[in-house]
């Protein structure tokens, strides 16, 4: 895992870099059963806050420094005993740098 993934090859050769910030909204679906015992686990995890869960649907954003660290976040929710599917549902960058520079 890189040290700091706003720091991009491109920043560097253009003099400089900007912070940014990635906000996901994900749908985790679970066995029905364990809904409430995933929620806890979910909402333990860094960068990860719960907004909705009814039925086999828990609705989550992940934030943090770049896509990378948001996959992966999304990789180990995917691979939760009790999870049937996470699936990525929208990506908001924040602090981006103007590409047209």
């Known amino acids: 895992m890189r040290e700091n993934p706003a720091i991009t090859r491109r920043s560097l050769l253009k003099g400089g870099f900007q912070a ?3 906000i996901s909204s994900a749908v985790v679906v ?3 059963a364990r809904r ?3 929620s806890r686990r979910l909402a ?3 960068g990860v ?3 909705a869960g009814k039925g086999s649907r828990i609705v989550v954003t ?3 420094p770049g896509s990378g660290m948001l996959g992966e976040t999304l990789t180990t ?3 939760m005993d009790g999870v049937i599917a996470a699936n990525m549902v929208f990506e908001h960058i924040e602090g981006r740098e103007d590409e047209s520079k």
């Open 30 to 32: 679970v066995l029905p």
């Open 49 to 51: 806050e719960i907004h």
């Open 36 to 38: 409430e015992e995933l």
């Open 62 to 64: 992940i934030e943090g």
């Open 44 to 46: 333990e995890m860094p």
């Open 77 to 79: 929710i995917s691979m």
């Open 20 to 22: 940014r910030h990635h």
